[in-house]
Nanobody, 122 residues
């Protein structure tokens, strides 16, 4: 059974950092791309960053370049989203999703996690 479980969200002050985890089960990460998406209240879900099976990173949101990075630990079957210099506009529910390759389009991903809330506020 394929599952993706996000964790690591929470409340953080502007300028702070968080590391989100996406723990995969039921499949091996090595052969898939994992994308991170976010959805703020009243807004559509948007792509943030994706890590391909060959460990290439693709940014889908210009505002996170230089602040967010993505990595994987195959031994733990987990993908991480490191978020630094957080801003209030980063507040959203963050989801990870599995795809055969990186894509901005949500329909290209076949399994999704339930999401983890990130709130950036003083």
């Amino acid at each position: 059974q394929v599952q993706l479980v996000e964790s690591g969200g929470g409340l953080v002050q502007p300028g702070g950092s968080l590391r989100l985890s996406c723990a995969a089960s039921g499949f091996t990460l090595d052969y898939y791309a994992i994308g991170w998406f976010r959805q703020a209240p009243g807004k559509e879900r948007e792509g943030v960053l994706c890590l391909s099976s060959s460990d290439g990173s693709t940014y889908y949101t210009d505002s996170v370049k230089g602040r967010f990075t993505i990595s994987r630990d195959n031994s733990k079957n987990t993908v991480y989203l490191q978020m630094n210099s957080l801003k209030p506009e980063d507040t959203a529910v963050y989801h990870c999703a599995r795809g055969s390759s990186c894509s901005y389009y949500l329909y290209e991903y076949d399994y999704w996690g339930q999401g983890t809330q990130v709130t950036v506020s003083s």
